[in-house]
């Protein structure tokens, strides 16, 4: 295995779900080269797709011509995608999970996006909209 | 993505290929919705050559799974590599579905 490097990403996506082929190849690339198993790089994987698709749904309302800005940290120790729009704040009070004992379509991505990582954050950016931070520990960095 | 769809002697079998997600789930959405108009059972879903499905992809499938119910028919998955089980365990799903191993076991 490739010994693992820090790195920096940026990159400014329109809000089309056609990229989010693209957005898990990305994460996933820049997950293998962080260091992470090909288990964590799935996981890893699962949390963008589901970010992403929460602001084309949510934020956008299903408009395919936003701005979405994605930024990959890989400094020592920490792995993080940031998941930027320039919709509303989204206040994360109002992110309603489903129980997983009710068996129905949706609610599921933010489980999913809380499972997989270690921190989910969002903040209000600059532009009024959300920033979504996806953060885990790097294999072998500090506790 | 692409799904294939293939007459059974008995059912229908739609072998998915690609990711599953936003973008792609409503082929899939529209697929099933043939075969369950058809009222095909079963409808076994060969997952073998899909690498990666988000909570969209599950949607379509739960979807699947009730509407299949309504009419007493059943609905089969087959084929999920590690990481496709791993979402299904991670989502509660896994006891939901009939999932089988191979696409042979599925269509029986």
């Given at each position: 295995m490739a010994r693992p490097v820090d790195f920096v990403f940026d990159a400014t996506l329109a809000s089309?779900?056609?990229?989010l082929l693209f957005v898990r190849a990305l994460a996933g690339e820049g997950a293998s080269a962080a260091g992470f198993s090909d288990d964590e790089r799935a996981r890893i994987e699962l949390a963008v797709v589901e970010g992403f698709t929460n602001v084309i749904r949510?934020?956008?309302?299903?408009?395919?011509?936003q701005p979405i800005a994605l930024r990959l940290r890989a400094p020592e120790g920490l792995f993080s995608l940031e998941i930027e729009d320039r919709a509303r704040f989204a206040d994360p009070t109002k992110f309603a999970s489903r129980?997983?004992?009710?068996?129905?379509?949706?609610?599921?991505g933010v489980h999913l996006m809380k499972t997989t990582m270690d921190v989910v954050d969002y903040r209000k950016n600059e532009f009024g909209g959300t920033t979504l931070t996806l953060t885990k520990r790097r294999p072998g960095g500090p506790s | 993505m692409n799904v294939t769809v293939e007459q059974l002697a008995k059912g229908v079998l739609l072998v998915v290929e690609g990711q599953v997600d936003m973008h792609t789930s409503p082929e899939l959405r529209g697929r099933l919705r043939e075969a369950l108009e058809r009222k095909s059972s079963p409808i076994v879903v060969d997952l073998?050559?899909?690498?990666f499905i988000d909570s969209s992809g599950l949607a379509t499938l739960i979807e699947g799974l009730q509407a299949v119910g309504k009419f007493g028919g059943k609905l089969r998955l087959c084929g999920l590599a590690p990481a496709v089980r791993n979402l299904f365990k991670l989502s509660n799903l896994i006891s939901i579905f009939d999932i089988r191993e191979t696409r042979e076991d599925a269509t029986k």
């Open positions: 089309d779900p056609r990229f949510h934020a956008y309302h299903d408009r395919h011509d129980p997983l004992d009710q068996i129905r379509p949706g609610g599921l | 073998t050559k899909v690498a």
